[in-house]
Nanobody
Framework: QVQLVESGGGLVQAGGSLRLSCVASGRAFDHYSMAWFRQAPGKERVLVAAISYSGHDRTYSESVKGRFAISRDNTKNTVNLHMNSLKPEDTAVYFC?????????????????WGQGTQVTVSS
């Protein structure tokens, strides 16, 4: 069983930066591809970024490409999301997710484990 705990959310002005972290407990963290999703009020949960088991492959949604960067450290069971040039439309609850069977899926149902989420609010 894997448990995920996110941290690092908060309130930031447009143009600012935040780093989200997700720490996984349990075994075999490097057997999971990892992803960050976000969900704004009244909207569906959408994929923001994903990283493969080894960290060699990354994928991003078009809306964050060039501004966000996902990374992982398998020695520390951690995956991070570095967010730069934040915009008000980036405001959402951000969730960390783990997928044992695939990489980069945009379907939340494919993911085996989820964190509780962390709020990111970007003011204009």
């Amino acid at each position: 069983q894997v448990q995920l705990v996110e941290s690092g959310g908060g309130l930031v002005q447009a143009g600012g930066s935040l780093r989200l972290s997700c720490v996984a407990s349990g075994r075999a963290f490097d057997h999971y591809s990892m992803a960050w999703f976000r969900q704004a009020p009244g909207k569906e949960r959408v994929l923001v970024a994903a990283i493969s088991y080894s960290g060699h492959d990354r994928t991003y949604s078009e809306s964050v490409k060039g501004r966000f960067a996902i990374s992982r450290d398998n020695t520390k069971n951690t995956v991070n999301l570095h967010m730069n040039s934040l915009k008000p439309e980036d405001t959402a609850v951000y969730f960390c997710a783990a997928d044992r069977d695939s990489y980069g899926s945009r379907w939340p149902d494919h993911y085996d484990h989820w964190g509780q989420g962390t709020q990111v609010t970007v003011s204009s």
